[in-house]
């Protein structure tokens, strides 16, 4: 099979329940994604309030999915069915542990028509705090199809 690369556009939504706390959280951007056999990659550039920007590196595959952050602010944070992952978020107040539960994992493959779509429902414990509930929900379609 051909490699694919398309400019897309994505949309993330996050939802943090903390203890019935819920915070809601939405941003578009432009995007590309790859596409060679089983693997996945859709990179997007965000920018923070102050015009700094992250540079985000998703790769999706079989069993895992991997979310790579670079700025100001970094990570990389894995996420596997039903494990546990550990990894190390970097910011300019300092270093967050975060320990996450991975409990689904779903991706929706890429098509010209209806576009990609990875949602991922995880439990999370920053820095042995108490754990939060999230749902990331990653939307993308080529650019010219809507």
Sequence with gaps: MDPIQKNVKVELRTIIDDRGQMEYNKQKQQGTFYQKNQLHVLTFDEKTEDQSIIKNFITIQKQKVTIKRSGPISMNQQFKRKQVTENVYRHSL??????????????????????????????????????????????FIEEDSA
């Design 94 to 139: 300092g270093l967050i542990r975060m320990e996450t539960f991975t409990d689904q994992l779903i991706y929706k493959a890429y098509e010209e028509q209806t576009g990609g779509e990875l949602t991922i429902v995880y439990r999370q414990k920053m820095n042995g705090q108490e754990e939060r509930k999230h749902k990331l929900e990653l939307t």
